[in-house]
């Protein structure tokens, strides 16, 4: 094998560009960058000898195919919709592929095809989902394998800012896509605990976070995510009776987030009318009523049982929701006028530095004896051409792609990283990239 | 014409049967009753001479198409989301087409073809929507007629159970579609007040209901519908301030509902785990967690702010809520397992008497001076075989049709009932089966 296709040259795909681009030199490979923006390629692979950039409307079916049929490793950077295309591509021309996105029903419906080909087709190789899958599988398979019986898996993510680049009074910026993070959570969170299956439905979500210390690091918040019981099978924990998945969040957030639910501002189902011709403090006046005294402001308190100099107002005041300032944005939801302040306040400057934290816990028993451990991640970014989140995604990919070039992968099919003979040598090599879980155990009583 | 098709037989279709047999008898005309239990559409025609019953499985497309082929006229009480079939079916074979429901985007869409072929379309032609169109129309003309400005319309409707047979504490059982009300307001409603366009998101709206005063009556609780700005063009409202269409409930019903909505139980989205394994009780503790102390039913209260004995967690109580009883429901969503509670505890019994209120305020100025009419409508049904939910949605369906085979509507086209030449004979001829609306106007300062 020789030929490595990356489809998709935007920031998150910095770190894998240069990492392939670099064991590619090492083993003499060829990596083809293919992006919709050409320059933003050519500018990735930076004349690197063993670099080339290609122009590519994913939707051009001829293009597309005809990029793929030359590569022998595929890796999907694109919007998760447009992997299965991709897929079915490399399933008709026999090539691997990898992304760092959930695995859909759709996708896992080709595992088939794939091991008939000899393929590997891995999904959720990036951080969350990707390195969280790895880390936790490492330690469940070492508890098990000292005869241990695992009773407690909570696992915690956040993409924040690292503490001295953190100068605003929500201790957050953007440093991933920040439609997702205004509309997390929407749904039904679910998650076991005691042996039952616990619900916190979205109006509660935000109000019903748990505090969580970070050795090192102090106390955040952590607000479940809705998925924490889609991996007990594939993890080997079915029968847990506590398990769930988190989002982390600095202090504060939280409740301050629950706010604008509240008020209806993370709702993207339907546009505001003339939302062009109204300021924020106008839109948050619509969405009071009935109260007949006190500025728009003292109402808005009033609906969230706010006393009106508390942290939640003054997080709203500092978005400059109340500000008798333009929205221009036409025709647009709630959901985006909110993403759109969002991205002017909590921008991500170019010398800022962001920060992953990740922390599992496991409670288990050992031959009688019950312990806790804590496994836990931080790492920080340099800059915004280097950040801390880029890495973490690109680095597993890139490290897998090199062992599936170098035919060190036996598994085929569709899959997800929790085989040893995947997490092992990834883990393994990326600690050479400072990636280093820090472990304390003790017990419990 | 000579022959009348109305498909489906259920409740609702009684009054209207019933009213189309006696005016086929008078003038000879001949109405078929087709539905997929055709021992139910004997029972309605009950031998009447005038009348024939058909078994009829909608989705057998011949079938279907015969007997639409030898009616008229066709009334479809079908669901809604059956009616664009027929409504096809009736453009093809040149019959015109009656329904009291919503007229979806797509029948609107066959306007052109219905008007070319000289059919009527008539949708929204029963209650709510129906009589509301109808009498807010007539109002709305006779204020313009007089030289008026209208600058407030709110219309206010319930179908509730009549004070004689309401003998539970929520005040309220089922007299019409229980899914309709368990996921009534999902969504944001929308209304304008003081010319400005107003939101309210679901996790707010029961609790945003106003008090409102029938007179005669006493007072209710109004919360909004999602859909209040829809008709202000076809009103002929366009630039009115402030319009809102409401639902009517007893008092004490919105924030007792707002409680179920905050646990989580009106959702219909996804499924409990074991659903049919779990205890009510042990449901309810699903959706609490975070804190150690106190029964289920103490962390509920605290959930929702509560005192252990308001009104609403007796209303809860009541409902069975805290019990350890099975719920014997496989895989249901929350939404489901609620509205099986309630179809147990709001259950209409057969003497049991229900009750339509309906309220319409219009404010106006006419020569400077400036008005506030309320125009009410009071029925209640004598029993479940005749509640005054299915007269006042069959009646109107009926009489059109009656007006149609007369030959008399020179409309043509899809059609909501907001034309003089339908509201005012259709409202005149309701007023021989007691539905008067009562008028009061007092000047404003």
Redesign the interface.
């Known amino acids: 094998m020789n030929n490595i296709l990356v489809i998709g040259a935007g920031r998150s795909a910095t770190a894998l560009i240069n990492y392939v681009l670099k064991e590619a030199a090492e083993y003499g490979w060829s990596v083809t960058v293919a992006d919709a923006d050409p320059e933003l390629a050519a500018k990735k692979i930076d004349n690197h000898p063993n670099g080339r950039s290609a122009w590519l409307d994913v939707t051009k079916n001829n293009d597309r195919q005809d990029l793929i049929s030359r590569a022998d490793v595929v890796v999907s950077m694109l919007p998760a919709y447009l992997h299965l295309e991709v897929a079915h591509d490399c399933i008709r021309l026999k090539k691997h592929l990898i992304t760092a996105s959930y695995v859909s029903k759709e996708l896992y419906q080709l595992g088939d095809e794939a091991r008939d080909r000899d393929l590997i087709f891995m999904g959720e190789m990036g951080l969350d989902p990707g390195i969280d899958h790895m880390s936790a599988m490492q330690k469940i398979h070492e508890i098990k394998e000292q005869g241990g019986t695992i009773t407690t898996f909570r696992s915690y993510t956040g993409g924040l800012i690292a503490p001295e680049s953190d100068n605003n009074p929500w201790h957050y910026k953007f440093t991933w896509n920040p439609r997702n993070v205004v509309l997390a959570g929407q ?2 969170a ?1 998650y076991l ?1 005691g042996g ?6 979205y ?2 979500l935000f109000k ?1 976070y ?1 505090s969580i210390n970070i050795p090192g690091m102090g106390e955040y918040e952590a607000y479940a995510n809705r998925d924490s019981l889609l991996y007990r099978e594939v993890y080997g924990l079915k029968g847990i009776p506590n398990i769930l998945r988190g989002t982390i969040r600095n202090k504060g957030f939280c409740d301050a987030w629950n706010a604008l ?4 501002l993370t ?1 993207g ?2 546009p ?3 939302s062009d011709k109204l300021t924020y403090l ?1 839109l948050m ?3 009071v ?2 109260q007949k005294e006190g500025s728009v402001r003292e109402k808005i308190g009033t ?1 969230l049982r706010e006393e009106p100099d508390s942290e939640v107002m003054q997080k709203l005041e500092w978005l400059g929701l109340f500000r008798n300032k333009k929205i221009r944005l036409k025709n647009a939801t ?1 959901a985006l006028i909110l993403e759109n302040v969002l991205l002017d306040k909590w921008k991500f400057e170019n010398d800022d530095k962001d920060m992953i934290l990740m922390q599992h816990e496991f409670e288990y028993e050992i031959k009688g004896e019950k312990h806790l451990t804590l496994s836990t991640l931080i790492m920080k970014g340099s800059s915004i051409d280097d950040t801390a989140m880029a890495r973490l995604v690109g680095l597993p990919l890139g490290i897998f792609v090199k062992f599936v070039m170098l035919g060190k992968i036996t598994a085929t099919g569709v899959n997800i990283p929790v085989l040893p003979e995947v997490y092992n040598p990834v883990l393994e090599e990326l600690k050479n990239f400072g990636v280093n879980f820090t472990e304390s155990t003790k017990q419990l009583k």
Chains 1, 2 share one sequence.
């Open positions: 749904g039904t679910q605990e039952k299956y616990k619900y916190i439905p109006n509660r019903r748990r639910v509240k008020i209806g709702d189902s339907y505001i009318h003339d106008q006046e619509a969405f009523s009935g609906l709630p």
